[in-house]
């Protein structure tokens, strides 16, 4: 989600100087590396991918095999063909007396090998099915006979009951896409948003680079995709994430909300005592792998290796680079709460605490009159602060006070027990869904570790929400947690009639440890200039947030269209309104259908894209004529969204190209060029995983509300949405104050405006067809009406028509 203001302002700590160009140390030792890294998370998870290293085979069915030998064995039959034998000569001889022995272990052997081959043929023959993406590129609604053939053969290999890594060993590598489709991609989407003079300066630079540069580098990557998981995973972590020097609040984390409509219970205490008691049977059930892993069609498995650190894991600041530190395990959270620290235990020796009594353990630090200490209370905005300067300050903080810094990066996660109510209010619910948005982005600057993986933040009228560190993983990750912690403490835990966690509270368990900070005085000018950058970058950020309940994605499906493709257009038509000219627009996608993989970017503003808009803004055009065009859009925008997510998308390619310029000390002014590409409109959809956790029809407020993310741009938005049901759309809207060309509830409004105007399109369109009216030889419709009766014109400034 915060992933495109990151991918602007990465800047790789290493040389560009021009020189004579070689098979480089340096390149062939970081692909070493990046393989070694990739072995390295395989051998630490030794059982896990035993177990689901079979897969789809089990180790029952080892033991079944083993038996269907010596019982062929019993009844004179030789199975092996003779290899028995030669098994049992290799093997030593201990005496007449082991005869049998011998030929039990000769024949367990051969099972072995016998039983490996097998697994290895379906491990195969598995990833040899899910390399095929044909399946992504047919129309809407249509399968041919190909795809059923293709979809029967992984149902026969894929097995039964799999497990949450089971898939892992199956998956095909993301490829590597031709670097002349790249460069003629990248023409072709950055062609509506320049003037003709810029773009051929753009296309003379992409003609030099694939004529001079991109052989030498596409075959780099070509080798580090033979020999590493993912070519360019481990690379968007580093340079895009860890390398950033910038504060982590704002641009590289985001938030989900709780539901817009509901607040289960209004005590805080037992809000968080469920939702934490929710998260950590999550993680129980992570551990176990009992998490089904996602499927697509219910049959194509995504990635899950960014589920590994969702738990236990902190961004751990260095002065050149961060790094990631996950731990196995953690019987603790740390909470923050009116400046002050504590660490709260989650388990005893007979396991997790219930409900209530982790409502009792949050109640006692909640009536704690103990006040914070000197600095203490703003401590937390040192994550917040430039990552440099953080690094050097947490080395004289781990020196002074280890154990506290220790309880905090070692925690499970994060615990905010906010002061204040959050949520809808009936008073202003424009003015309050905003707030709350803006105190989960940012907060108040010092009320968040935003190191930790991710923090629960708890209100004090019960409302919730997450503010989730983006580089250990996805949207897709969290998200799949939070539906699974609204659904498990709302429904399956539930609440008293007084509204307390049900159960009884446990009194023999110890007070939760408050944790003490000796900090030098060196610090305290830190503290306060960490601080006073937070305050200001939290207060520049404009958030608004709207659900729009004029019609939901029943309404997009009932014109078998995609509902994704739907917004983006209607986010283009909104954009262009308000800042009367086009601009590249970043969109993610998941590649998960391939090993290691993350995201890709769509580029939604494409010139069928820009026709649509251009035909709505033109009073002319007719009704049909702008619907004729909008699905040439929406089936263009359907097009690059697929490619993508098979590996053949432009941006992550056109990246890894660019590392490797940089390790080979190469220049190449194309791609300088791409990577100093601004993107003014952030979009993502935030995907509804779990809906059998939910149900719409009898409980329609029971949905997460989606969340929101940072500004790629100074003079930009971050846009996303979230369909709630099938009636309701909600929109999370932000951009910086201090831009004069950025107004979020102005985009808010322009964004309902095209929503309803394209809606109009076919509703008229389908009036007409009611009538029997045709089309005369112009082409425009007897009695069609302007296509732009809501939205107003755009300004006549406009620098890209």
């Known amino acids: 989600m915060a992933e495109a203001h990151q991918a602007v302002g990465f800047r790789p700590s290493l040389t560009s100087d021009a020189g004579e160009v070689e098979l480089s140390a340096p390149m062939l030792q970081e692909i070493y590396l990046s393989g070694l890294r990739s072995w390295k998370r395989h051998l630490s998870r030794f059982w896990n991918d035993f177990l689901t290293g079979v897969f789809p085979a089990s180790p029952l069915s080892w033991l079944f095999l083993f038996s269907a030998i010596q019982l062929a064995w019993f009844l004179q039959l030789d199975p092996s063909l003779g290899l028995m034998e030669k098994i049992k000569e290799l093997l030593p001889d201990w005496g007449g007396q082991h005869h049998r022995l011998r030929g039990v272990l000769a024949a367990a052997l051969f099972a072995s090998c016998l039983w490996g081959a097998l697994i290895f043929t379906l491990h195969v023959a598995l990833r040899l099915l899910l390399s095929y993406h044909g399946w992504l590129l047919q129309p809407h609604g249509a399968m041919s006979s190909r795809t059923k053939t293709w979809l029967a053969l992984v149902r026969i290999f894929s097995g039964r009951r799999p497990m949450l890594f089971s898939y892992q060993r199956s998956l095909p590598r993301q490829p590597v896409p031709s670097v002349q489709d790249t460069v003629r991609k990248y023409l072709e989407s950055v062609r509506p948003v320049l003037s003709d003079e810029d773009f051929d300066w753009t296309a003379a630079l992409a003609r030099e680079f694939l004529r001079l540069q991109a052989s030498l580098l596409q075959w780099y990557l070509q080798l580090k995709s033979w020999w590493a998981s993912n070519y360019v995973s481990d690379w968007w972590e580093e340079f895009v994430y860890l390398r950033s020097r910038?504060?982590?609040?704002?641009?590289?984390?985001?938030?989900?909300?709780?539901?817009?409509?509901?607040?289960?219970?209004?005590?805080?205490?037992?809000?968080?005592?469920?939702?934490?008691?929710?998260?950590?049977?999550?993680?129980?059930?992570?551990?176990?792998?009992?998490?089904?892993?996602?499927?697509?069609?219910?049959?194509?498995?995504?990635?899950?290796?960014?589920?590994?650190?969702?738990?236990?894991?902190?961004?751990?600041?260095?002065?050149?680079?961060?790094?990631?530190?996950?731990?196995?395990?953690?019987?603790?959270?740390?909470?923050?709460?009116?400046?002050?620290?504590?660490?709260?235990?989650?388990?005893?020796?007979?396991?997790?605490?219930?409900?209530?009594?982790?409502?009792?353990?949050?109640?006692?630090?909640?009536?704690?009159?103990?006040?914070?200490?000197?600095?203490?209370?703003?401590?937390?905005?040192?994550?917040?602060?430039?990552?440099?300067?953080?690094?050097?300050?947490?080395?004289?903080?781990?020196?002074?006070?280890?154990?506290?810094?220790?309880?905090?990066?070692?925690?499970?996660?994060?615990?905010?027990?906010?002061?204040?109510?959050?949520?809808?209010?009936?008073?202003?619910?424009?003015?309050?869904?905003?707030?709350?948005?803006?105190?989960?982005?940012?907060?108040?600057?010092?009320?968040?570790?935003?190191?930790k993986s991710f923090s629960l933040i708890v209100f004090s009228n019960g409302k919730l929400g997450l503010s989730v560190e983006h580089s250990w993983a996805d949207c897709p990750i969290s998200g799949h947690m939070w539906e699974f912690t609204l659904a498990t403490e709302c429904f399956q835990l539930g609440y008293a009639a007084d509204g307390h966690c049900k159960g009884h509270p446990d009194l023999s368990l110890p007070q939760p440890q408050r944790l003490h900070w000796d900090l030098p005085d060196k610090i305290h000018l830190s503290i306060s200039l960490a601080l006073r950058g937070a305050k200001t970058l939290s207060g520049n950020i404009d958030c608004h947030v709207f659900p729009f309940s004029h019609f939901g994605k029943s309404f997009i499906k009932r014109w078998h269209l995609s509902s994704d493709s739907f917004i983006q257009m209607a986010l283009q038509l909104a954009y262009f309104r308000d800042r009367g000219q086009f601009c590249l627009t970043y969109e993610s996608t998941m590649t998960r259908l391939f090993l290691e993989g993350r995201t890709e970017t769509v580029r939604s503003c494409t010139r069928e894209a820009c026709n649509f808009v251009r035909a709505m803004e033109d009073k002319e055009k007719t009704d049909p004529q702008c619907l004729a065009l909008f699905r040439l859009a929406v089936d263009k925008h359907q097009a690059l969204l697929k490619a993508a997510m098979s590996g053949q998308g432009v941006d992550r390619h056109l990246f890894a190209l660019y590392i490797v310029s940089q390790f080979l000390h190469l220049q190449s002014p194309f791609l300088d060029q791409v990577h100093s590409e601004q993107w003014q409109l952030a979009t993502s959809q935030i995907p509804v995983q779990q809906i059998h956790l939910f149900d719409v029809h009898s409980y329609p407020d029971y949905v997460s509300s989606g969340g929101g993310f940072g500004p790629a741009d100074d003079h930009g938005y971050g846009v996303s949405y979230i369909f709630m049901g099938d009636d309701v759309i909600t929109f999370h809207i932000s951009s910086k104050k201090s831009s004069t060309r950025t107004d979020s509830h102005r985009l808010g409004q322009h964004i309902e405006d095209a929503l309803l105007d394209v809606a109009a399109l076919f509703q008229e369109g389908q009036r007409l067809k009611r009538r029997g009216l045709g089309e005369d030889d112009s082409g425009h419709s007897r009695d069609s009406l302007p296509c732009h009766t809501r939205g107003s014109r755009a300004p006549t400034t406009a620098t890209n028509f």
């Not at 590289?252 to 968080?272: C, E, G, I, K």
């Not at 960014?306 to 909470?335: C, M, W």
């Not at 309880?407 to 905003?434: I, K, N, Y």
């Open 246 to 451: 910038n504060s982590l609040m704002v641009n590289s984390n985001y938030y989900m909300m709780d539901f817009l409509y509901v607040t289960p219970t209004p005590v805080q205490a037992a809000r968080a005592g469920n939702a934490v008691h929710a998260l950590l049977l999550y993680r129980h059930r992570l551990n176990r792998q009992e998490i089904l892993p996602t499927l697509l069609m219910g049959m194509r498995p995504l990635c899950s290796a960014q589920y590994e650190k969702i738990f236990n894991t902190t961004r751990i600041p260095g002065v050149h680079k961060d790094h990631i530190r996950h731990l196995r395990d953690s019987r603790h959270v740390a909470v923050f709460h009116r400046g002050r620290f504590f660490r709260l235990g989650t388990h005893t020796q007979s396991g997790l605490l219930s409900p209530r009594a982790l409502e009792q353990q949050f109640q006692r630090i909640l009536d704690d009159p103990s006040p914070a200490c000197p600095h203490e209370e703003h401590l937390a905005a040192l994550t917040a602060a430039p990552r440099d300067m953080w690094a050097q300050v947490r080395r004289s903080l781990k020196t002074q006070a280890q154990e506290a810094l220790e309880a905090v990066e070692g925690a499970a996660f994060f615990v905010s027990l906010d002061s204040e109510p959050a949520g809808l209010t009936r008073e202003d619910p424009a003015a309050s869904l905003d707030a709350y948005a803006h105190a989960l982005l940012a907060g108040s600057g010092h009320d968040r570790w935003f190191d």
